[in-house]
């Protein structure tokens, strides 16, 4: 396995809409796994694809130590080709950031419920709905396939008051626990 710089904000990579898989191979197999390993090693709950540099429609999510004791735990999961089916109930405020975007957070408004067929890292189908925080971070991972970013959903009045963050990730000035690769 290998950790993989994660690209930021400003790279076009993050704007393009990605990729299906379509042949299921060792190579990708590989890919998820080193998704997985610098996605742990960065201490995120997520990481996409176009994170590192590759346009696919591929993420990896462990979000199980932000779940509620109550809570079923999912453990890692690999989406490959997702698609969100269906979005439902309450439109809620949580602060959200981006491996990306390092030490940035805001507010961002999402549904509580999605429902998202996908293949597994097995390249079996799945389909799952998922809520609060679980369903919070397959939509941000899944908003990276789709060349979205979290700061996309903020007022022209808090993007501007994240301006002076941006610039210095922009110029390569933000450090980070993990390699990050700025598009200079």
Same mark, same amino acid.
């Given at each position: 396995m290998a950790i993989l710089p994660i690209v $930021?904000?400003?790279?076009? %990579?993050?704007?393009?809409? $990605?990729?299906?898989?379509?042949?299921?191979?060792?190579?990708?197999?590989?890919? %998820?796994?080193?998704?997985?390993? $610098?996605?742990?090693?960065?201490?995120?709950?997520?990481? !996409? !694809?176009?994170?590192v540099g590759v346009s696919l429609q591929v993420f %990896?999510?462990?979000?199980?130590?932000m779940m509620e004791e109550e809570d079923e735990l999912p453990g890692p999961m690999a989406f490959i080709n997702p698609k969100i089916t269906e979005k439902k109930g309450r439109q809620i405020p949580l602060d959200e950031g981006c491996l990306s975007i390092p030490e940035v957070t805001d507010k961002v408004l999402r549904p509580e419920t999605v429902v998202v067929k996908y293949k597994d890292e097995n390249f079996e189908d799945q389909t799952i709905e998922a809520t609060a925080w679980l369903a919070r971070v397959i939509q941000h991972e899944y908003d990276h396939l789709q060349g979205i970013l979290f700061i996309d959903y903020l007022s022209a009045f808090r993007k501007r008051m994240h301006k002076s963050d941006l610039k210095e990730i922009?110029?390569?000035?933000?450090?980070?626990?993990?390699?990050?690769?700025?598009?200079?």
């Open positions: $930021t904000y400003n790279d076009p %990579v993050l704007r393009k809409k $990605t990729k299906p898989i379509t042949e299921f191979t060792d190579e990708v197999r590989q890919f %998820v796994a080193d998704l997985f390993e $610098t996605m742990y090693n960065s201490e995120g709950v997520g990481l !996409a !694809a176009p994170q %990896v999510i462990d979000a199980d130590h922009e110029e390569g000035l933000r450090e980070t626990k993990y390699p990050i690769k700025p598009k200079l």
